[in-house]
């Protein structure tokens, strides 16, 4: 079955710029989406098509994937992007696969 | 905007069956969209249960394939999940969401409904 694997924390200054990773095999090949989730909420989506940003998410949130890994980038980040991230990617064979979740925090 | 809840009891026995349904509005489930179960165990991460179309059509996660049927009533505009044989191990919150599709592996959901705690105990 298809895996991905992400970093189990992330610590970001705020203002500074935060790099969450999510690996798996030949994920550039994929699609890769991102979810923000705060404690007690469900997630919402905030990246997807690798890249792309839907509306009413800042611009402050932007995504890359190419190899085996895709990119979450917080860039000036704000204490209320405190959160858990979950990178997402569809495969034909095991259909929906999550990334294992990685909880920013802004000291 | 599409907006989904999640309703069900919030305790079921262990080796019971475990039910909820999924009340789609300000949409209809007819739609070209699919609709997923996910749960998330707490403090832990994402687990796709399994997806159904309005016409019936369903695919599960292999892992708990076994012990899962999705099903759809359109004339209600909701669907449902259950899952049987139930243990401990079940406990999470579970979410309802719409899958949007853009081209091949595309795929992702949104929006979510808020989640409904589902605890397995006796």
């Known amino acids: 079955s298809y895996e991905l694997t992400q970093p189990p924390s992330v610590s970001v200054s705020p203002g500074q710029t935060a790099s969450i990773t999510c690996s798996g095999d030949?994920?550039?090949?994929?699609?890769a989406c991102w979810y923000q989730q705060k404690p007690g909420q469900s997630p919402v989506l905030i990246i997807y098509?690798?890249?792309k940003r839907p509306s009413g998410i800042p611009e402050r949130f932007s995504g890359s994937n190419s190899g085996n890994t895709a990119t979450l980038t917080i860039s000036g980040t704000q204490a209320m992007d405190e959160a858990d991230y979950y990178c997402?990617?569809?495969?034909?064979?095991?259909?929906?696969?999550f990334g294992t979740g990685t909880k920013v925090t802004v000291l | 905007q599409v907006q989904l809840q999640e309703s069900g009891p919030g305790l079921v026995k262990p080796s019971g069956t475990l039910s909820l349904t999924c009340a789609v509005s300000?949409?209809?489930?007819?739609?070209?969209?699919?609709w997923s179960w996910v749960r998330q165990p707490p403090g832990k991460g994402l687990e796709w249960i399994g997806e159904?179309?309005?016409?019936?059509?369903?695919n599960y996660n292999p892992s708990l394939k076994s012990r899962v049927t999705m099903s759809v009533d359109a004339s209600k505009n909701q669907f449902s999940l259950k899952l049987r044989s139930v243990t401990a191990a079940d406990t999470a919150i579970y979410y309802c969401?719409?899958?949007?599709?853009?081209?091949?592996?595309?795929?992702?959901?949104?929006?979510w409904g808020q989640g409904t705690l589902v605890t397995v105990s006796s």
């Open positions: 997402q990617a569809w495969d034909s064979s095991t259909l929906y696969v």
């Open positions: 300000a949409g209809s489930i007819r739609s070209s969209n699919w």
């Open positions: 098509h690798d890249s």
């Open positions: 159904i179309f309005h016409t019936g059509n369903i």
């Open positions: 969401a719409r899958e949007v599709v853009q081209g091949v592996g595309g795929n992702w959901f949104d929006p």
């Open positions: 030949k994920l550039g090949d994929k699609f």
